[in-house]
C-alpha cells in the first residue's frame, strides 16, 4: 500500500501548478524515500524533475515500489477542489489501476475522495549527469519571473550572458531591443531579496521565453531560484519545494551554428 | 504505390512504432523530402474551383504554389528539408509503370465519356487520376527549390531508397514520403502527412524503422520478403496470401526460399519466374548516390529572383512573394532550437524483461484490459 500525507493542499497545488503547463502526463515514482517524477515536455526541449523527500510528508508509507502514470490535467482539476488549508492525502494499492485524493477540511467536517484512473506511459529515463556549472546564479524569484515575462514581449528568445560584474539578460525582436542588467547585492540584509553570483568563468546562453515562461510558474513554491549555466549544456533552474524537496527545470540552449543535427 | 497493406499490418501489430506529432515538434531536424511524391500531391490537391493553377499560357503551376508556400512553412516551424528528385526508374518497374499507364489510358476514356455525359464530379475526378507528375514539373521545382536557397538532391534511381540511405548514414533525421517503401529501404524514420495542407489539421505520422522491427519480430531480411508478399512495385506477390498469412509465414520460415520450399502451390500459386531475388537486391542494393558526398547547404533565399521567377507569367502576387523570402531568411537567423535528449542519454530501462512478464500476467488475468495493461507501472 501507498499513502503520503501533507498536512496542507497548499504546497502539492502549486507543485502541480508548476508543472502543468510542460507536462500533461508523467509518471510519479513512489518509493520508501519518496515521490519522484522526471518528464520531458511533448518537444523534448525541456526536461521536469520532481522531488519529495519521505520525511516533508505528515505520514508517508510506500510498501512497494510503484510507478503511477497520471494525467496532469485531470490530476490538477481533482488538486482545484481542495482548499488550501485541506489536508491532503494520496493512496494507492499495491498494482493499483487507481489512485486516490482524499481531501480533509481542518475543522474535519468535510472529507471528500476522488479517485483517478492511472494511465499507461511508456517510461523514458534520463540519466543527468553531475555537472559543475561555469554560473550559479541565486536570486529573487519573482524578480526572474518578472524579467522573463518582461522580455517576453521583444522577441522569442531570451540570452542571459553572466560575468564578474553581473547578469544580463537581453531580447531583441522586430520592434526593438531590451536589456537588463543585475548586479551581485553587495550587502545581504534579506537573504530572499539578494542576488548572488558565483562564477567559475562567464557564460552567454540563449533559452526560448516560452519554456521560460512556464518554469516561472513554479514562483510561488519559493523566494529564490537558482540557475545553473555552462557553455552548451542546458539550464538548470531550480525551486526548492519548503522543506521537502525541490522542483529542478532543464532547459536546452538555442544553437547559432550549423554542425547540430 | 510503395507496399500493399503495409501501413495497416504496422498499425494492426506494432502500433507502438506509428507516433503521431504535430510539426513544430520536429524543429531544427533535415528531413529528406520524396520531391515526387510531394509535387504529385500539390498537384491534386492545390486547385482553385477544381482546376489546377496555371499560368497565363495555361501551364500548371499548382506544383509550384504548395513547393513554395509549404516549404515555407517548414521552415518557419524550424525544419530543415532537401528535397530528392527521382532518376531513371529501375528496370524491375517496368511491369508496375506498364500497369499505371494502363489505368491512365482507363481514367482518359473514362473522363471523355464523363464529359460528354456532362457529369462535372466525375469529370473533376478522372481528371485527377491523370495527374502526372513531368519532367518539366520536376525542373520548375527544382529551379524554385534553388532560388528559395533549399537543396535538392538528384537521385541515381528510386528516390526513396536515397532518402533512406541518407537516413541511415545520419546526413538526416527522416525521410518523409507517403511510400511505405521508405521503410522496406531501411529508412530509420518515415514522416507521412509532413507536406499535407496545414487546413487538414491532419497530424505528422512518425514511423521507427527499428521499433517496426520489433513490432513484427523480424530482422530487416525477413522484414524485406515480408514486404516483397505484401506486393511491392518491383515484382509481383503470391495470390492469395493476404498480410495475416504472410506474416505467419515469413516468422515461420523465415526466407522467401524457405516459404516457396513449404507453399502449398495448388492453393496458392506463385507467379511463374517469380523475380523475388531480383526485386530483395534492389531493396537491399538500391542504385544510390554515397550520402556522403551528398553535399546540403541551405543558403539565403534570392528574392528578385523569386519574384522575376513566379510573378509576371506565372501570376503569383509580387507582395506574397517578397514576403515569403523574408519568412526564409528571418527563419535562418534565428537559431535552432537544441534538444534536451541530445545532452541527457535515455537510460535503459532496468527492469524491462520484469515489467513485460508482468504485463502479460496482468492482461491474461484481467481479460477487461486492453492490451498493455499495466505498462508505465513496474510492480516490484
Known sequence: ?261 | MGILGLSKLIADVAPEAIKECELKHLFGRKIAIDASMCLYQFLIAVRSEGAQLTSVDGETTSHLMGTFYRTIRLVENGIKPVYVFDGKPPTLKGGELAKRAERREEAQKQLQAAEEAGNAEDVDKFNRRLVKVTKQHAEDAKQLLKLMGIPYIDAPCEAEAQCAAMVKSGKVYATATEDMDALTFGSNVLLRRLTFSEARKMPIQEIQYDKVLHGLQLNKEEFIDLCIMLGCDYTSSIKGVGPKRAIELIRNHKSLEKILDNLDTKKYPVPEDWNYKDARMLFIEPEIKDPEEVDLKWNDPDEDGLVQFLCGDKQFNEERVRNGAKKLVKARNTGTQGRIDSFFKILPSTTPQKRKQADDKKTSNKKAKTTGGGRGRKPK
Open chain 1, 1 to 261: 500500500m501507498f499513502e503520503a500525507r501533507l498536512a496542507q493542499s497548499a504546497i502539492l497545488k502549486k507543485v502541480l501548478e508548476a508543472v502543468k503547463d510542460l507536462l500533461s502526463e508523467a509518471t510519479f515514482e513512489c518509493s520508501d524515500s519518496g515521490i519522484m517524477v522526471q518528464a520531458m515536455d511533448n518537444a523534448h526541449v525541456s526536461l521536469v524533475s520532481l522531488n519529495l523527500r519521505s520525511d516533508g510528508f505528515d505520514k508517508f508509507r510506500c510498501d512497494r515500489n510503484l510507478s503511477m502514470g497520471m494525467n496532469i490535467t485531470t490530476m490538477t482539476k481533482i488538486l482545484r477542489c481542495a482548499s488550501s488549508e485541506d489536508t491532503v492525502t494520496l493512496r494507492a494499492w499495491d498494482n493499483p489501476d487507481n489512485i486516490i485524493f482524499i481531501f480533509e477540511s481542518p475543522s474535519k467536517e468535510k472529507l471528500a475522495e476522488y479517485e483517478m484512473k492511472l494511465i499507461n506511459m511508456d517510461q523514458e529515463h534520463l540519466g543527468i549527469p553531475e555537472t559543475m556549472y561555469s554560473c550559479v546564479v541565486k536570486m529573487p524569484s519573482a524578480e526572474f519571473a518578472r524579467i522573463c515575462k518582461d522580455l517576453s514581449q521583444f522577441g522569442e528568445a531570451i540570452t542571459i550572458a553572466c560575468s564578474k560584474e553581473g547578469v544580463k539578460f537581453s531580447a531583441a525582436g522586430d520592434y526593438g531591443n531590451a536589456n537588463i542588467k543585475l548586479a551581485q547585492t553587495a550587502e545581504v540584509d534579506k537573504e530572499e531579496e539578494a542576488v548572488c553570483i558565483d562564477m567559475q568563468e562567464p557564460v552567454k546562453l540563449t533559452f526560448a521565453c516560452r519554456y521560460l515562461n512556464s518554469f516561472v510558474k513554479a514562483t510561488p513554491l519559493c523566494a529564490q531560484v537558482k540557475l545553473s549555466m555552462s557553455a552548451d549544456v542546458p539550464l538548470v533552474c531550480e525551486y526548492s519545494i519548503g522543506e521537502i524537496g525541490h522542483i529542478r527545470y532543464y532547459l536546452a540552449p538555442k544553437i547559432d551554428d550549423e554542425d547540430e543535427n
